[in-house]
């Protein structure tokens, strides 16, 4: 497995190593030993998440806080997504910064995230399944999260937004300045 850590500090992209023949493919997708000595942090993973999703389904920018704050390794099984990862940890030299990656199950690309960051993505293929593994269970109280198309954040979602499909909670959500500044 590649590790690389973004421009987000502490924020890595993991691309696993495929073997593929005329049967077809075969991946570690998660090793614990080798994904800590690669991030060089422990993290005990304790609930994993799945979603469906259509193209234009923009499910973001969310996460967790308090005791309930959580770290995320994320993958696309099927389809396309412009995933993107927000630092808003105050006391990070990347604060207010983010990143956009498109993560797919053709390039099997996974996006490790740690406590004190937002996240979100948007469906590019007709169908997305995707999955999360999350280091604390998910607390309804503990919610929070920011506008996808936030103007302090300036994300290039790169996909015309009157096909992008928001349920009702995510197009009433603060901006980055209302929560963070």
Known sequence: ??????????????????????????????????????????VQFVQDNQSFSKKGVVRALHRQTGAHEQAKLVRVLSGKVLDVAVDVRKSSSTF??????EL?????????????????????????????KCDCHYVKGSEEGVIYN??????????????????????????FKQLYQ
Request: glycine share 6%.
């Open 1 to 42: 497995m590649t590790v690389t850590e973004t421009k987000l500090k502490g924020c890595f992209l993991l691309e696993p190593v495929v073997f593929e023949d005329n049967r077809g493919s075969f991946m570690e997708s998660f090793n614990k030993e080798e994904f800590e000595k690669a991030i060089g942090l422990k």
């Open 96 to 101: 207010g910064q983010h990143i956009a990656i």
């Open 104 to 132: 797919s199950s053709e390039n099997r690309r996974q996006l490790f995230m740690p406590k004190g960051f937002l996240h979100g993505f948007l469906a590019l293929s007709d169908t997305v399944e995707f999955f999360y």
């Open 150 to 175: 936030d103007p302090s954040l300036n994300i290039d979602w790169n996909f015309p937004e009157e096909q992008m499909l928001l349920s009702e909670k995510d197009r009433q959500l603060p901006t």
